[in-house]
């Protein structure tokens, strides 16, 4: 998936959820929020190469970056019915 300079949607809300990862595998620190207007001053920073997990959280997470074209990994794990 890809960041840029406008926030993006990188995971829906969902209640199934029991955890999930974020890679940041770009060149540039990403920011992370809870709706579409996060921005580079209001949303917590990822930098490049780390990593973020959350097992608490089944609302949905945007990111958006200072830099275009800035790669990320996301993976969700749904709990057992």
Not at 27 to 37: E, F, K, N, P, V
């Amino acid at each position: 998936m890809t960041v840029g300079t406008t926030a993006v949607k990188v995971l829906d809300t969902n209640p199934k959820r029991r955890c999930y990862d974020i890679v940041n595998n770009g060149s540039a620190t990403i920011y992370l929020g809870a709706d579409q207007g996060v921005t580079v001053d209001s949303g917590e920073p990822l930098l490049a190469g780390e990593k973020v997990s959350d097992d608490m959280d089944d609302e949905a997470v945007y990111a958006i970056s200072a830099a275009v074209d800035q790669d990320i990994r996301v993976t969700e794990i749904l709990k057992r019915e």
